[in-house]
């Protein structure tokens, strides 16, 4: 579990991490295959590598040889909700909250579950419980509840309110950044965003987030110089280096989109999903055999994540716009279909994230926004 845990942040140490602890938890099952928790590491190890079918196995595992192990039924409700099973999620974490009332995430969680299925009211009771566990903890998430609600003044104004406290956690002042950013207070964000940058100068995830604030105000370069910091920090994190090609695709520097694209391309698992999507983009297959491979992709190799729309519309809809075959990147009916893949992206999405930011700006590009 150890393993998987570290595995599990990717910002900081190699996915690597995660073949180890699925190594030492089967060895773990050769030794007592009865073991509840083995099954539980097992489960956070594949749920990490993104292969939700087998890590929620290893959990209902888990569950069967111990109904009390509690991180086995929160992590079940924690994929149940990233897989947009929101019904499903909140049955999960109601088990979880029988063994142990006391963990606050528990209510975040199904809170948040209420907010997607757009239950406010019962969002709300669940935000307010989690409040009374942990003070302090509820403005933060009542902003997801106003903006969803469409009370946009309240929940900037909230926003602005917790963004003030000089004891703000990195990650709580960087997405508070981001999500104003979304709403148009790009000054707000820079300055939240460089905030998050000293106290942990070591997080790649906030570069990526300052640069989409850049992206937007036409500073391209400067984006771009983040990029390339944030990707000597993290070589591993994927997703980071084809977002920093599109980048450098989009300022026509195509030799060093290309160079990165491919060494990211080296770094990728041969059963990911965006194998046909990166060889799409380099221009080295053609419409039909893109469509062909991630049908092949979907059904074979990933089926065990039910992937959000939003995720396959981004990654879609940038590298119909930035495939590296010249002639295609002139092509106008590629021009169209990335535009119809960003705004289904951006129709999907939250309004935070650095990718939203870029996609804005590319929409913007095409005449779309």
Known sequence: YAYAQRGAKVRYFPTAWLDSAITVSQKALTIDPNTSDAYKAMGRACGRKGWYEKALAAYSKAIELDPSNLQALLNTGYIKKSCEDYEEAIEWLLKAIEVDPTVVALYRLIGGSYLRLKDYEKAGQWITKAGELAPGSVPYQLTDLYLEQGRIKEGITLLKKIMQSDTLHEWIQADIALRLQGYGKSDLAI????????????????????????????????????????????????RMSLSHSFLLSRADRVKAARTVIERFSSRLPKDHWL?????????????????????????????ERKLGKYEISYYLGMAYLHNLNQDMKKSRAYSLKAKKYLQDYLALASKDGVENAVVRDELRLLGSL
Not at 192 to 200: D, E, F, T
Not at 280 to 294: I, P
């Open 275 to 303: 194998g046909p999507v990166v060889r799409f983009y380099l221009g080295k297959s053609t419409e039909s055999e893109l469509n062909e491979a991630l049908k092949h992709a979907f059904i074979h190799v990933k089926g």
């Open 191 to 238: 300055t939240g965003l460089k905030r998050a940058i000293r106290i942990n100068p070591h997080n790649a995830w906030h570069y990526m987030g300052l640069a989409g604030v850049y992206v937007e105000q036409g500073r391209l370069n400067d984006a771009i110089a983040l990029y390339q910091k944030a990707d000597k920090l993290v070589p591993e994190f994927l």
